[in-house]
């Protein structure tokens, strides 16, 4: 079983719709979870960054931790075209960014 | 601006040849990463290092190596390629305290 299960997609939806990706993991020491960006042919980008269990926001989009369920969401509110892309979770135990488990990504597509 | 810059970015390469992929960031990162990306497996981790003359094995290391002569620079080698490794590979690097690491645009090699 991999550290960090992710839905492949591909994930298709109309422009302006509400757009939900999650990933779940199995190690309880996880404590830091990020979401990266990646667009075709490009190296990853970090979208959004948080600390254990609860929400954070930013702009358009919400992540979201539920350690007790070891499961974790990005919302994109609003979805633009510009939003697709693959989107990878990535958790790690500490913040020094020295050892990240990534999930294997999920294809988002944003139609017109 | 300081960056993380790869190359080649394409490469055509025979199997049994050796082939060095070249990392080099500007930021003067002690953390430097080697990770290659397909389908169904996300980013999976090769080599890392902690700063000069420090490497480490990650998950997928066989067949690979790496050195660190200096802070800039994390050169992948394969020392006899295989079909198998055909991939994307990404260079990456980070500091202690920062929350993510940097990624490279990627190289593409393709092993014959």
């Known amino acids: 079983q991999k550290e960090v299960e992710q839905d492949p997609g591909p994930l298709s939806v109309p422009e302006g719709a509400i757009v939900s990706l999650n990933c779940t993991y199995s190690?309880?020491?996880?404590?830091?979870f990020m979401w990266y960006r990646q667009y075709s042919r490009k190296g990853p980008e970090l979208l959004m960054y948080?600390?254990?269990?609860g929400n954070k926001e930013d702009g358009r989009f919400t992540a979201q931790v539920d350690k007790s369920s070891k499961y974790i969401s990005l919302f994109i509110r609003d979805s633009q075209p510009s939003d697709s892309a693959t989107y990878l979770c990535?958790?790690?135990?500490?913040?020094?960014?020295?050892?990240?488990?990534f999930g294997s990504g999920t294809r988002l597509s944003i139609r017109p | 601006d300081a960056e993380i810059t790869q190359s080649p970015r394409h490469k055509i390469t025979e199997t049994g040849r050796q082939v060095t992929l070249a990392c080099h960031q500007t930021?003067?990162?002690?953390?430097m990463f080697w990770y290659r990306q397909d389908l169904g497996h996300g980013l999976r981790l090769i080599h890392y290092?902690?700063?000069?003359?420090?490497?480490n094995k990650g998950e997928v290391s066989d067949g690979y190596s790496v050195s660190r002569s200096n802070t800039e620079d994390l050169p992948l080698t394969l020392e006899s390629a295989a079909s198998s490794q055909t991939s994307v590979y990404f260079c990456?690097?980070?500091?202690?305290?920062?929350?993510?690491?940097?990624f490279g645009p990627g190289t593409r090699l393709l092993v014959l």
């Open positions: 948080t600390y254990s269990s």
């Open positions: 290092s902690y700063g000069v003359q420090d490497t």
């Open positions: 190690n309880s020491a996880f404590q830091y």
């Open positions: 990456a690097s980070s500091d202690p305290g920062r929350e993510t690491q940097y």
């Open positions: 990535a958790m790690s135990e500490d913040s020094s960014a020295s050892k990240i488990i």
């Open positions: 930021w003067n990162h002690n953390n």
